[in-house]
């Protein structure tokens, strides 16, 4: 209660004293924040360092207002649940591939010549000489799945793609795989082991992120393989 009272009387006075803060942590008593930390801060005394301006982030803001303070939104309920998300996703990969025998390659992101068509391209000038950032790291694995035999590749790919529709990229990360003396059933085996995989551990990690973005820990660990096929004729 005198620790409330002083910074009652601390807030309304609106001065910045010297930083020093004594602080004891223990077991949240009651509530907490969703996937935060459980535990909680009490302060046997205190002293204010700044007054922070009012957070502009309210509800029901645009995407474009959002991109403009993006050092901000990234700090949001939502916009965390999907970084942590998206890091046991990441981890599932190099698990799934790792375990089953693969080596991890880094092609470059500069590359002399497109893989996948010239139109969507990003041109560099690459110390008087044309370059390009990378579609794909196709041509690189190609030749490295030849030397390695089993290999995969989490980066970015850029494409110049002129467009904010959600059917358009022009930088994304994917997973990629090559391995030499198979045919397209193991390859398939793998895709669905690897979306299989991820989709597990997401749902052990993170349970309460998939239930805040919308899905169950159940519908992801529903998704198993063997998966449903179709062929082009189909």
């Known amino acids: 209660e005198d620790a409330l009272a002083r910074m009652g009387a601390a807030l309304a006075e609106a001065e910045v004293p010297p930083p020093e803060t004594a ?14 930390d459980r535990y909680e801060v009490r302060a046997s005394d205190f002293h204010v360092v700044h007054f922070a301006e009012k957070f502009p982030i309210q509800e029901d803001l645009s995407e474009e207002f959002l991109l403009d303070i993006r050092h901000l939104w990234v700090r949001s309920q939502r916009m965390t649940e999907i970084f942590r998300i998206r890091d046991s996703a990441f981890k599932a990969v190099h698990e799934y591939f790792r375990g089953q025998g693969f080596w991890e390659v880094h092609p470059p992101m500069i590359t002399p010549a497109g893989s996948e068509g010239g139109s ?9 000489r044309k370059a390009y950032l990378t579609q794909s790291w196709q041509l690189y694995a190609e030749a490295l799945v030849l030397a390695m035999e089993k290999i995969y590749y989490i980066g ?27 045919g397209m059933d ?43 096929h179709m062929t082009y004729d189909d």
């Open 23 to 36: 602080f004891t942590a223990g077991p949240a008593s009651g509530t907490y924040a969703p996937g935060g």
């Open 186 to 228: 193991e390859v398939i085996k793998h895709a669905e082991g690897v979306i299989s995989h991820a989709c597990q551990v997401v749902a052990e990690d993170h349970p309460g992120d998939v239930v805040a973005l919308g899905r169950t820990p159940e519908f992801l660990k529903a998704v198993r393989p063997p998966f449903e």
């Open 120 to 128: 969507t391209l990003f041109e560099l000038d690459y110390f008087g």
């Open 156 to 182: 970015p790919s850029f494409r110049a793609e002129k467009s904010r529709t959600t059917r358009h990229l022009t930088e994304y990360w994917h997973a990629e795989m090559e391995q030499a003396w198979v």
